[in-house]
């Protein structure tokens, strides 16, 4: 079956590290995304790709990159951590009509200490 | 810029009621709206998908049915069950500006007591 993965589950890191959670699917969808949940914030969108070689910023975008260099791959790469990185990161797919269906990965728990 | 509530924030009910959940969001521009369900440190899994066209999907003993020029959307659980217990989630995908992305609202975190 098609999936979604996320790696690690749980990460904890020290302030200015650099940190990379992965995200790969197997639905060859053409959209990926990165959210982060936040207790009183919901779910915020990070980075965003339409393909490969594409990316785009989203709503909390400083700190973080993204490369797309397949289809079935995300990074996101949190260049130098800070304690207000600390979250639970979600990466998601769709494919490229506007009517379908978002798939989640499970969820990355990320602590920066 | 689109801004998705969801109301009530939490709600508890007993086992087998019906129940409403709320979901509101300000831009009508909207391609689709999506109600995903989530588990403590689990992650998002997606329940129905309704297109802008739609006015309700189904699925078993849920329904969601979308108001999209009142900005409205709601989903209805027959015969709860303790293991609906869980937060929802509904998220909408803007027709302006960057498509293809979701807005989500806060979720209703509903516990079913057996």
């Known amino acids: 079956d098609a999936e979604i993965t996320q790696s690690p589950r749980h990460k904890i890191t020290e302030t200015g590290r650099q940190v990379t959670l992965a995200c790969h699917q197997t639905?060859?969808?053409?959209?990926m995304f990165w959210y982060r949940q936040d207790l009183g914030h919901g779910l915020r969108l990070i980075h965003y790709?339409?393909?490969?070689?594409?990316?785009n910023k989203g709503e909390v975008s400083d700190g973080y990159s993204v490369s797309r260099s397949n289809t079935e791959d995300l990074p996101l790469t949190l260049e130098s951590a800070a304690s207000s990185q600390t979250s639970v990161y979600f990466c998601a797919s769709s494919d490229g009509d506007t009517n379908t269906e978002a798939f989640f990965g499970q969820g990355t728990r990320l602590t920066v200490v | 810029k689109q801004e998705v509530t969801q109301i009530p924030a939490a709600l508890s009910v007993p086992e087998g009621e019906n129940l409403v959940l709320n979901c509101s969001f300000t831009?009508?521009?909207?391609?689709?709206l999506q109600w995903f369900r989530q588990d403590p440190g689990k992650g998002l899994t997606s329940l129905l998908l309704i297109q802008s066209s739609q006015r309700e999907q189904t699925s078993g003993r849920l329904n969601a049915s979308l108001d999209k020029s009142s900005g409205r959307s709601t989903l209805y659980i027959a015969a709860s069950q303790p293991g609906d217990s869980a937060t929802y989630l509904c998220a909408v995908m803007g027709a302006r500006g960057s498509a293809r992305q979701l807005t989500f609202g806060s979720g209703t975190q509903l516990t079913v007591l057996p």
């Open positions: 831009d009508s521009a909207i391609y689709n």
């Open positions: 639905w060859n969808h053409n959209n």
């Open positions: 790709s339409y393909g490969v070689q594409d990316t």
